[in-house]
């Protein structure tokens, strides 16, 4: 089964820039989420879809950030315009939403894009 | 406020130490617990928790969760320094949505 896909894996945008983030959940999940990670930091939940539908959005900066699952399969982030404490890594994770399927809480990362923003 | 607490931050132990790592959380329409372990890279998914008193056990790794008094443990013995890692807790709401704390980073020194 393949895993999360995300491009880019790595990005370095000066400031005012704008980024855009790519992510292919695992087949069948139902569930995405986009986390930034900040170094030293735990992962802190930007989004959260099921199918093309958002869930949260309560820590994303609408001013700036956006993030679309239209077709309810893959999804993009993007920031415009990017500032400097947008540096971090930027993780997509997916979980399935049947209820009785054994790994139905566990979510599943993808390899992440470390953002530099200069 | 959703809120997840884990101690210690960091912690330097020597070869076949044994470690417990603690993680208390406040979480509404809590539904199980998650513990990932992260080296350079992604998360990667070590249990998942949901009934209270139920040890998990995987090699050297274990962990329990008390849903009464909100609070779950990480066991590792006979720690290596391949255990060389950040672990975070992750409570998940019958939502989906999954709160991570910010995780201890725990050096194994040989």
């Known amino acids: 089964e393949a895993g999360v896909a995300q491009s880019p894996r790595y990005k370095i945008i000066e400031k005012r820039q704008s980024v855009a983030f790519w992510c292919n959940p695992i087949?069948?999940?139902?569930?995405l989420y986009w986390y930034q990670q900040i170094l030293g930091q735990g992962p802190k939940l930007l989004i959260q879809?099921?199918?093309?539908?958002?869930?949260?959005d309560s820590q994303l900066p609408k001013d700036r950030f956006s993030a679309e699952r239209l077709k309810g399969v893959d999804s993009t982030l993007k920031i415009q315009p990017a500032k400097l404490e947008d540096s971090a890594v930027y993780l997509c994770?997916?979980?399935?939403?049947?209820?009785?399927?054994?790994?139905?809480?566990?979510?599943?990362f993808g390899p992440g894009t470390r953002l530099t923003v200069l | 406020e959703d809120k997840v607490v884990q101690s210690p931050l960091s912690l330097v132990v020597h070869e076949g130490d044994t470690v417990t790592l603690n993680c208390s959380y406040e979480?509404?329409?809590?539904?199980?617990l998650l513990w990932y372990k992260q080296e350079k890279k992604a998360p990667t998914f070590l249990f998942m928790l949901?009934?209270?008193?139920i040890e998990k056990k995987s090699g050297r790794l274990s962990s329990i969760l008390d849903k009464k008094e909100l609070f779950s443990i990480l066991n590792i013995t006979a720690t290596q320094t391949g255990d060389s890692a950040i672990y975070l807790c992750?409570?998940?709401?019958?939502?989906?949505?999954?709160?991570f704390g910010p995780g201890t980073s725990l050096s194994v020194i040989p």
């Open positions: 979480v509404t329409n809590f539904r199980s």
């Open positions: 949901t009934s209270s008193g």
């Open positions: 879809f099921q199918n093309n539908g958002v869930v949260d």
């Open positions: 992750a409570p998940k709401t019958s939502y989906d949505k999954v709160i």
């Open positions: 087949s069948g999940h139902a569930t």
């Open positions: 994770a997916s979980s399935s939403r049947v209820t009785d399927a054994p790994d139905a809480d566990t979510q599943y």
